[in-house]
């Protein structure tokens, strides 16, 4: 592609006047005179023939041209500084782009990243939460961390470790609960798999318990953690990812009793390239996951 002439220094001074909507501030921003970037966004406008700002006593006005042009002149401005930055200290930066479940990221990586942040210091981690719903490509995310079976439409899925789920309750409910069924009289938290409490009382011995009727439904574990505790109820969660919780004893596991309901998952889409740091990322994770022999 031909490009036409771009008057860089033009754009640089529609930009900051557009910002602080007059030339005397983006004069200061600029290190110019006020009249050197008065000129240069005439020439701007003389040049497009259209006029970006309506000149006021006390300031400037974006006109609708203006308006038009200055969210595409902020992105590339943003993007090349965020270019320039990656080869800040004399190295190159890489951005890595991460989704993540996040139970999964409050429970486990938070706590782990920084291992990887001194061992892969020049790899710059964009970390983003959901609630198990994501799509890598209109996210623009070079990784996904799942919760599921591992199949995911035009994805490529590494298996991490399973969470198995548990009865979780803070230690003044716990006290009451001496058998399973105990369990059918108090309001039951779960997250959006509607088969969870009946699969857990199924591994508990009690196979014909059906739906529980007063349960609450939470799309994430960590707003069904806090939810217990509030005293709402029991939940149904995964200790490893509350371990904190169980250490300091706010929360209790009053049964040995899990089901294993799925696995977390580390995915890409089939047609993004690998780069070095999500290579980086991946050995990581795996060598991290063995290391605790959950893999």
Known sequence: MVRPYLPLNAFRAFEASARHLSFTRAAIELNVTQAAVSHQVKSLED????????????????????????????????????????????HVREILTVGAVGT????????????FRERHPYVEVRLSTNNNRVDLAAEGLDFAIRFGTGAWHGTDAVRLFEAPLSVLAVPAVARDLKEPADL??????????????????EAAGLPRTPPPQNAVVFDTSLAMMEAVLQGVGVGLAPPLMFSRLLASRAVVQ?????VALGSYWLTRLQSRSVTPAMSAFAAWLEETVAGEGLA
Do not use: H
């Open 254 to 258: 009053p049964f040995a009793t899990s």
């Open 104 to 115: 999964f990221t409050v429970g486990w990586l938070l706590p782990r990243l920084a291992a």
């Open 47 to 90: 040049q497009l023939g259209v006029a970006l700002f309506k000149r006021l006593p006390r300031g400037l006005m974006i006109t609708a041209e203006g308006e038009s042009l200055l969210p595409v002149l902020r992105d590339g401005f943003d993007r090349m500084a965020d270019a320039l930055e990656r080869f800040r200290g004399g």
């Open 184 to 201: 059918l009289c108090l309001t039951l938290l779960r997250s959006y798999r509607r088969d969870e409490w009946t699969r857990w009382f």
